[in-house]
């Protein structure tokens, strides 16, 4: 390929990424302008000691992370639409994909495939209430062969996954959060929430948990055996509510992690409301968190975070 062309494809591409950061940013009441450290959620009592350390980088803006049993992480890749692997904290992260528009969540299954969400832009977000049309795709995390899981959903942002194999989707521009079961029956519409971002599933599977990002940011609760009334559970005031809360796991107790997108903060929620487990300039535009699984690489009991920049951190957060 000639220079000149390079040239070209490099500048769409920046173009490309100038524009997708424009308008997350506008749908997201500054999303890329961090909100002032000194006027954070309170510290939690058990917040962890000492500060993020960089442990891998992908070349593009991580949008989701997720670890399989053998402490393996894999990433999607934002403008790229990759889904990448990381044997290893320290190793350098091997393209399974080329770009399947790989934007969205990624969860393991049971099995150790790969689910990933696709259409997580602007087009898909706000039209996927009326019009789903977006993929979960299921990724072989050794070769990366490619099929499609399930089809019909919303502009898929977060993906969950329950005990029983039921996935759950959320659709950052719109309110719908997607269901898929394990015999296949999809349902863009299983419950609403404003402006969904984050989820996660209970330990019993009896609860799903959102993210509401903007507008009045805070999580909901969706009974599973009621998804018409989805419960408020955490709301933010102050400064707290320009902080747009974004990825979303639990801890070994169950309580909900927050990663934060504009606050530079892990928020976690204790007692209906939320304090900071961590914090710090390397946490700003956070996307994701997740904890390791397993006794190597990415291990059992350690919280790691990604976010547009790229970096992979291991983030203490107490207990």
């Keep these: 390929m000639g220079s000149s062309r390079l040239l070209g494809t490099a500048a769409r591409r920046a173009r490309r990424g100038a524009a997708a950061l424009a308008v997350w940013g506008a749908l997201g009441a500054g999303v890329l302008v961090p909100a002032a450290p000194a006027q954070a959620a309170p510290r939690c009592a058990s917040a962890g000691a000492g500060g993020p350390v960089q442990v891998a980088y992908v070349p593009d803006w991580v949008e989701s992370i997720a670890v399989d049993g053998r402490g393996r992480m894999f990433a999607t890749a934002y403008f790229s639409g990759r889904v990448y692997r990381i044997d290893a904290p320290g190793a350098a992260p091997v393209a399974l994909t080329g770009n399947v528009g790989a934007n969205g969540g990624i969860v393991v299954r049971a099995d150790g495939r790969l689910l990933v969400g696709t259409g997580n832009d602007l087009a898909h977000s706000l039209t996927g209430d009326v019009l789903p049309v977006s993929e979960l795709l299921e990724v072989d995390p050794e070769t990366g062969a490619v099929s499609v899981y399930a089809s019909g959903l919303g502009g898929i942002d977060g993906v969950a996954l329950a005990p029983d194999g039921t996935v759950y989707t959320t659709t950052l521009g719109g309110t719908g959060i997607g269901r898929v079961t394990p015999d296949g029956r999809v349902d863009p519409l299983w419950a609403r929430v404003p402006l969904p971002n984050g989820i996660a599933v209970s330990p019993d599977g009896a609860e799903v948990y959102v993210v509401q990002t903007t507008l009045s940011p805070g999580v909901y609760r969706i009974p599973v055996g009621d998804p018409g009334h989805p419960r408020r559970w955490v709301s933010t005031a102050g400064t707290d509510a320009l902080a747009l809360p974004d990825g979303l796991t639990l801890d070994g107790l169950g309580r909900p992690l927050i990663a934060t997108h504009a606050a530079g903060e ?47 951190y291991e983030v203490p957060v107490g207990g």
């Excluded at 956070?286 to 350690?302: E, L």
């Design 266 to 312: 892990v928020w976690r929620v204790e007692d209906g409301a939320v304090c900071a487990v961590a914090s710090g300039p390397a946490l700003r535009l956070s996307t994701q968190i997740v904890y390791g699984r397993g006794g190597d690489g990415f291990a059992a009991g350690r919280l790691y975070r990604a976010g547009v920049d790229g970096r992979i």
